[in-house]
Nanobody, 118 residues
Framework: QVQLVESGGGLVQPGGSLRLSCAAS????????MGWYRQAPGNQRELVAD???????NYGDSVQGRFTISMDNAKNTVNLQMNNLKPEDTAVYYCEAVIERLAKIQFWGQGTQVTVSP
């Protein structure tokens, strides 16, 4: 099993910044990638950004240019720097880890709330 512990959510004003962190532990050999998804009330869970252990990144269209994802392979942590936050960024943010064994397996954190409001 893989455990993911998220931190860094909270309340911020529009235009502000937050940094989310997620640490993976447990059976994390063959880690393929880590990332962040988000889900707002009434919406489906959507990709925010992910990064492979090789450093390849992928961003959702709505956050491109504002958010930056990074990974510390030695510590099995992933960080998401969120700048110029907008009210529509308000959601629960979930950390994801993908382990590659015979197939890719996703693991999820419990989520952290990000609220962008005046």
């Amino acid at each position: 099993q893989v455990q993911l512990v998220e931190s860094g959510g909270g309340l911020v004003q529009p235009g502000g910044s937050l940094r989310l962190s997620c640490a993976a532990s447990g059976s994390i050999f063959n880690l393929y990638s880590m990332g962040w998804y988000r889900q707002a009330p009434g919406n489906q869970r959507e990709l925010v950004a992910d990064i492979t252990t090789g450093g390849t990144t992928n961003y959702g269209d709505s956050v491109q240019g504002r958010f930056t994802i990074s990974m510390d392979n030695a510590k099995n942590t992933v960080n998401l720097q969120m700048n110029n936050l907008k009210p529509e960024d308000t959601a629960v943010y979930y950390c994801e880890a993908v382990i590659e064994r015979l197939a890719k397996i996703q693991f999820w954190g419990q989520g952290t709330q990000v609220t962008v409001s005046p």
